[in-house]
Structure formats: structure tokens, C-alpha cells
DNA sequence: TCGTTTACAGACGTTCATGTATGTTAGGCG
DNA sequence: CGCCTAACATACATGAACGTCTGTAAACGA
């Protein structure tokens, strides 16, 4: 019953697959080995194949799942003369249609966002940590070009701003998924940002649409 | 080796603050009823005599926290002449006040905020979900006045000015627990706060100081 | 075509935490 | 003052999960 390298990667994806349910569904700690063979219509052994422990295979969820950061920070920041309010907000918006419109990526942030970092995962909550700080900075210094051009109301700082925003986004997710999914992620969501970043641009706040 | 009444108390509230010390260091699930026992000064027959398992633990230092929904929605928020934007915003530091000072509180929140709530501890966030729901509600009930008398900027509703206040207490207080403590939460937050809520307020926020 | 190795299934041994059951001692109460 | 029970400590039994080890049949390379 050697199985073809094709049929491998296949039971490998669904080993994944089953990982990622099980551990939505009876959080990560909880979930066993067992479990997760169950789902995925194999024995604990062919999981040991393909990875060494459910520390592995968590790290195999979290490598899996392209995070807001990235998209936001995206490289047109950079340039000088971009709208940064106009990137980041459509940045924003485009990845949490993304999030919207994809189960997976909702189990596996959700995932995520309830397991436990304490311990074996604490690398994770380090790394994720170091990912925020990187995000933060970028786009404080992108905030700190548009305060240099008199863009920025005059009751933000670039720091405070690009708190704002941060915490805007992970409570605007968090909530989301934490909570049953019961509202419009994309559209309240987009909305929301939209009022921020009014208030965070200057004067002509009001006169905007 | 009978204890006196008053001796039993004291054992108790042992064993809860060492719980909270280990949940803290090792995750709750990581942790063990021996672990709690040790840092306790007694064995795991001192426990389960106070406590049914790790769950009730888990409670009990859940029921001990103060979380910063009461605070914030305070009585005054209902008295119809209240100017809510101070209220909430004092309400807010002196909640933040308390926590940058009290070690203890700032363990149990962070045990809170990293533990694994599925299976077991489920209802909790189901409280928890209430919790927020009702405060949501309370919140944007008031800023639902203040928009009628024409003191909501035209660029929020009551709802996302709601969303936007919970989020960034939330996102405060998340990144200042869960990454080190590396800032000034009292000063910071306090700071931010004010400049959203400056936001919120009305074509006066530019003269505002 | 034949040996080797891959890709598992299944069995095994071990650890470890849990909950309970029993033992023990002294406090409180009549 | 003596009994009962509170307040634990200690010993025990159980079971779950883990990691490993062996078996095996078929794929793959030479």
C-alpha cells in the first residue's frame, strides 16, 4: 500500500486540512493527534511521517496564513508621493474582502487568535510581535511624511495614528471572528476605516464625501 | 494538623494567587494542579479540597477581575445632561490607571487574553461576548444623544464611534499586555484616548488644546 | 527486474496528569 | 471534655496522549 508521490502530498494536505478543523473546532491544546488522524481519514502514524509533533503542525497553520501586515505595508508606501491614506485604506479593504470570502483563513486566524502562546508556541507570539513593531514603523514614518505636508488633522500624531489604525484593523477582526461572525466584515469594516482615516486627514474632513 | 477557619482562608487565597502566578508563566493549559500545588506550599489534596478542578481555578480568578466594561459604562452615561465624551474618557484612565498599576490585575488579564477558550472555558467567552455586546449597546446609546445634539463630528455614527472607543481600549491593552508592558500605558493611553474622542467631537476639535 | 526506500498502519511501552479514596490530626462545638 | 468533622496529606487507580518501533506492500530508481 506504498502510496505515489502525488498520493503522499495529497494525505499530507488533507493531514493539514483535518488539523485545521479540529483545532477550530476544540482548540488547539485540546485537540489530539487522534483527533486530527480521525478527520483526516488516517492513522497517527502518517502524521508523525509528515511532521514531528503538533507543534509542528500548528507551525505549518501559522506559515500557511498571509497576515494584514503584509498587505498593508505595501511597497507604494514607500514611495514619496503616494496618497498613503488612499494606500492604506484600500490596502486594508482588500484584505479583509479577502478574509470575508475565505473559511479557511477565517478558521486558521481564528485559530490563532484563541490558542494558547504560553510555552511552546511563545516563539510564535514573539515573531508576530516583531512583525507588529516592523508594521508600526513603517507606517508611522508614512504618517510622519503626510504630517511633514501639513495632511494630517491636528489632533493625531504619526504615532498615535498609526495606533489608531492598528488597533482599529485587529479589533475590527477580532471581534469578527471572535464573536460569531455577526456582522459585514468587508463592509462595515471598510466603512469604519473610511471614518477613521477622514478624521485622521486634515481639515477637509468634512467637506469629503 | 487541623487548620483553624481563619488558616483555611488563607490557604485558599494561596492557592488562587499561585494559580495566578502559574497560569501566568505557563499558560493555563500548560499548567499542571502540581505546578499550582508547589508554588503554593501544598500538595494537590489542599486543592481539590477548595476547588473542583482547574476549571473552577480558572474561574475563580476570571470572577476576580474587574474587566473595564464596568467602569466604562458608568451610571452617568444615562443621566441625560452628562457630557459623555468626558465621561467616557475619565472613566477609561482611571480604568487604565488601575491597571498599569496593579501587577495582579495585569497577570489575570493577560492569562485571559492568551488562554484557549475552546471546549471548556467556551462559556466564558460567551459571557464575555455579552459583556461586550451590552456595553456596545450602552455606548452607542449615548453617542447616539450626543449626535442629536449635534456634538458627534459628521464624520462618525454612533455605532463606529462605539466600535472605534472599544476597539482602541482593546488594542491598547491587548498590545501593552501580550508585548512586554513596553510602553506607557497610563500616559499613552490616555493620550490616544483623548485624541479620538478629540475626533469624535465636533467642528471644535481643531480649537480644542 | 530486483533491491531499496517510501509512505504509511498498527502495536507497544511509557509518561504524566487527573480524580478519588483513604489516612491523619487537630479545631470547634455541644 | 470528648466526639465529629473540617482541612488537609498521601497513596492509589485510571486513562489518555504521546512518541517510537516494527511490519509491510508498493513505488521508484538502477
Request: aromatic content about 8%; glycine content about 4%; hydrophobic content about 45%.
Amino acid at each position: 500500500m506504498r502510496r505515489t508521490k502525488a498520493e503522499a502530498e495529497a494525505t499530507r494536505r488533507q493531514i493539514i486540512c483535518a488539523a485545521e478543523r479540529v483545532f477550530f473546532k476544540k482548540g488547539v491544546s485540546n485537540a489530539t493527534m487522534e483527533d486530527v488522524a480521525k478527520a483526516a481519514g488516517v492513522t497517527r502514524g502518517a502524521i508523525y511521517w509528515h511532521f514531528a509533533n503538533k507543534t509542528a503542525l500548528f507551525m505549518e497553520l501559522y506559515k500557511s496564513v498571509p497576515l494584514p501586515q503584509e498587505d498593508m505595508v505595501a511597497r507604494e508606501l514607500e514611495s514619496d508621493d503616494a496618497d498613503v491614506f488612499a494606500v492604506v485604506e484600500r490596502a486594508a479593504a482588500k484584505w479583509l474582502d479577502a478574509l470575508a470570502s475565505d473559511e479557511q483563513r477565517q478558521r486558521i486566524l481564528t485559530i490563532l487568535l484563541r490558542c494558547d502562546y504560553s510555552g511552546e508556541f511563545a516563539p510564535v507570539l514573539e515573531k508576530q510581535q516583531h512583525v507588529d513593531d516592523d508594521h508600526k514603523c513603517k507606517l508611522e514614518s508614512a504618517l510622519a511624511r503626510v504630517a511633514s505636508k501639513g495632511q494630517l488633522s491636528a489632533c493625531w500624531t504619526p504615532r498615535s495614528a498609526a495606533s489608531a489604525l492598528r488597533w482599529m484593523m485587529k479589533g475590527l477582526c477580532s471581534e469578527w471572528l471572535l464573536h460569531g461572525r455577526r456582522f459585514d466584515l468587508a463592509g462595515e469594516g471598510r466603512e469604519n476605516l473610511r471614518r477613521l482615516i477622514e478624521s485622521l486627514r486634515g481639515a477637509d474632513a468634512t467637506r469629503a464625501r
